[in-house]
């Protein structure tokens, strides 16, 4: 089944840390509502992600809603039973993330480089997923980071970027496969490929890029989510609003049931009782390709193959071949069990 995460990153801002909790606990809320497996939010720490100087160092600031203001996000989200996941971007983080006992956390692609935080992440005793955002590294970058949580950890290698929203041309589906071929050739067992989804929330995009990802192999999506466009919060350039999100999932749900079963769809697999019928209904019976007699020992020439009225068919020529005739068959008539 294809796992859908909310993405909720920086969308839970407000002026005051008490409405920016209040603000993430309606986005746990409605991710469930609208149907996702997981919910996820950037876990900013400002110190440790940029100098004083950066333009967006008070926003980060204001972002920090302390261990506390986590831990009651994460309560409500465990109430709810859906996953709660964490862009991490520091030890500091890292470590909020495992006391609130986070199992899977995000590594954004500008800390492929950050092997502080690769290395303390890989020897984590508590995160055992992570997803690796690809988007913005260069391939010698990723296989550097693969190769650190190889053997450690469930990886999921997530293609695509923040754009506000991307541009279409440059999501680059095809990029899903090259990254499928980074982790084999470093002989990397334990992988998923998944999509950031950041298409423009008023195109049909918005819908077909993820169903065209998950042709591509992918089996799990990050699809950004708002409280309401009109609103105009952080992050909301490619959210979808909880109904449109809904429909969403919806879409991707359909998928899973169109791809089907596993039962139905590997080497060795049976077949659905609408297909049974359908198979029982058009496969072709052991017919006499002319006058048989008794005793006669049955030749590939004296049958044929065609559809016919028994209710207990013979449907594989070999099993007739070779066989002695117990009596006379007209020509064109079924064969049964009981001839032989």
């Known amino acids: 089944m294809t796992i859908i995460i909310a993405e909720c990153a920086q969308g839970y801002y407000r002026q005051t840390i008490e409405e920016s909790i209040d603000l993430a606990k309606m986005l746990v809320r409605v991710s469930k509502a609208s149907g996702a497996d997981a919910v996820k939010f950037q876990l900013v720490f400002a110190n440790e992600l940029s100098t004083s100087d950066y333009e967006y160092h008070d926003l980060f600031l204001k972002l920090e809603l302390g261990e506390k203001g986590w831990r009651?996000?994460?309560n409500?989200?465990?109430?709810?039973?859906?996953?709660?996941?964490?862009?991490?971007?520091?030890?500091?983080?890292l470590n909020i993330a495992e006391s609130l006992g986070i199992k899977t956390v995000k590594i954004h692609p500008t800390d492929f480089r950050n092997k502080v935080l690769l290395d303390a992440?890989?020897?984590?005793s508590k995160i055992n997923h992570v997803l690796a955002g690809c988007g913005g590294s260069m391939p010698k970058?990723?296989?550097?980071?693969?190769?650190?949580?190889?053997?450690?950890?469930?990886?999921?290698?997530?293609?695509?970027?923040?754009?506000?929203?991307?541009?279409?041309?440059?999501?680059?589906?095809?990029?899903?496969?090259?990254?499928?071929?980074?982790?084999?050739?470093?002989?990397?067992?334990?992988?998923?490929?998944?999509?950031?989804?950041?298409?423009?929330?008023?195109?049909?995009?918005?819908?077909?890029?993820?169903?065209m990802a998950i042709g591509k192999g992918v089996t799990i999506l990050e699809k950004h989510?708002?409280?309401?466009?009109?609103?105009?919060?952080?992050?909301?350039?490619?959210?979808l609003s909880p109904d449109e999100f809904k429909i969403f999932v919806n879409n991707i749900r359909k998928l899973d049931i169109y791809n089907g079963l596993k039962e139905f769809t590997e080497t060795n697999f049976c077949l659905p009782q609408k297909e049974i019928k359908y198979?029982?209904?058009?496969?072709?019976?052991?017919?006499?390709?002319?006058?048989?007699?008794?005793?006669?020992?049955?030749?590939?020439?004296?049958?044929c193959m065609k559809r016919s009225s028994s209710s207990r068919?013979?449907?594989?020529?070999?099993?007739?071949?070779?066989k002695k005739l117990l009596r006379d068959i007209s020509n064109n008539q079924y064969l049964s069990f009981s001839d032989f």
């Open 313 to 322: 068919p013979i449907t594989d020529k070999d099993y007739v071949i070779g």
């Open 76 to 93: 409500l989200a465990n109430e709810l039973d859906i996953e709660i996941i964490f862009d991490i971007f520091g030890i500091q983080s």
């Open 225 to 239: 989510i708002t409280l309401s466009k009109c609103l105009n919060l952080e992050d909301s350039e490619s959210a």
């Open 72 to 74: 009651s996000v994460c």
């Open 121 to 124: 992440v890989s020897k984590s």
């Open 141 to 211: 970058e990723i296989i550097e980071t693969l190769r650190i949580f190889k053997d450690k950890k469930s990886l999921t290698l997530l293609h695509g970027f923040q754009g506000y929203p991307t541009p279409v041309n440059e999501n680059c589906l095809n990029r899903i496969e090259t990254y499928r071929k980074l982790a084999e050739s470093i002989n990397l067992k334990d992988f998923k490929l998944g999509f950031a989804d950041h298409a423009d929330p008023l195109s049909l995009d918005s819908n077909h890029l993820a169903i």
């Open 279 to 303: 198979r029982n209904s058009c496969i072709r019976h052991v017919v006499a390709a002319d006058n048989l007699k008794a005793g006669q020992i049955i030749k590939e020439e004296d049958i």
